[in-house]
């Protein structure tokens, strides 16, 4: 059993649709990061969480601890948001990370 | 945040060779650097993690003797890749801890073993 689940695996949405994305996480944890993957590989890390709730521009991230759970929520999506999205957890007891297998997002105009 | 690069983004060897793939912090001194493996389609996995100064630490499954890690200055961790074979091709890609938890990707190293 994987320590982060990441739902779904795919999602094809069409532009301006309202999208989720769903992250639990088995193990304790001193810290949640949302990553983005495009494709030429690169990654770019977009929230980090421990508690609440983080907002930047489109894109939402919450957590809840008690439930072990995080949510990435992008508002209008748009084509350019297109990639891949990586649910990583760090151990509350050293440096370990541990990675969701990715949503692969396709926006469509 | 930390701006980090990674060189080379492409390299293409034979199989028997060695590969050596620089990761740079270029704005931070990082104590602590994280190197990672992709395979197509799948996700990173972690495979050691590079201490400025002292040995690396490698996950399970990782063999050190064949990912050499070193980690001489606060801006530069190295992995070199011993006797490349086909299937050590893959993505490589480190990041940089930041003094908070967050965490600093590199563009990655796409590495294909002939």
């Known amino acids: 059993k994987n320590e982060v689940e990441q739902s779904p695996q795919n999602l094809t949405a069409q532009e301006e649709e309202f999208i989720t994305i769903n992250c639990s996480y088995s193990v304790g944890i001193s810290a949640l990061h949302w990553l983005q993957q495009h494709p030429g590989g690169g990654i770019v890390s977009l929230f980090m969480l421990s508690s609440g709730k983080k907002k930047h521009g489109r894109l939402i991230a919450t957590i809840n601890i008690q439930e072990k759970h995080s949510s990435l929520h992008i508002t209008a999506s748009h084509p350019r948001d297109s990639a891949v999205y990586i649910c990583?957890?760090?151990?509350?007891?050293?440096?370990?990370?541990?990675f969701g297998t990715g949503t692969s997002l396709t926006v469509i105009p | 945040g930390a701006v980090v690069s990674q060189h080379p983004s492409r390299v293409i060897c034979k199989s028997g060779t060695s590969v050596k793939i620089e990761c740079r912090s270029l704005d931070f001194q990082a104590t602590t650097m994280f190197w990672y493996r992709q395979f197509p389609k799948q996700s990173l996995m972690l495979m050691a993690t590079?201490?400025?100064?002292?040995?690396?630490?490698?996950e399970q499954g990782v063999e050190k003797d064949k990912f050499l890690i070193n980690h001489a200055s606060l801006t530069l961790s190295t992995l070199t890749v011993t006797s490349a074979h086909p299937e050590d091709s893959s993505f490589y890609i480190c990041?940089?801890?930041?003094?908070?938890?967050?965490?600093?990707f590199g563009p990655g190293t796409r590495l294909t073993v002939l």
């Open positions: 990583a957890v760090r151990s509350r007891t050293g440096n370990q990370f541990y």
């Open positions: 590079s201490n400025e100064g002292s040995k690396a630490t490698y």
């Open positions: 990041s940089v801890g930041g003094a908070y938890n967050e965490q600093f």
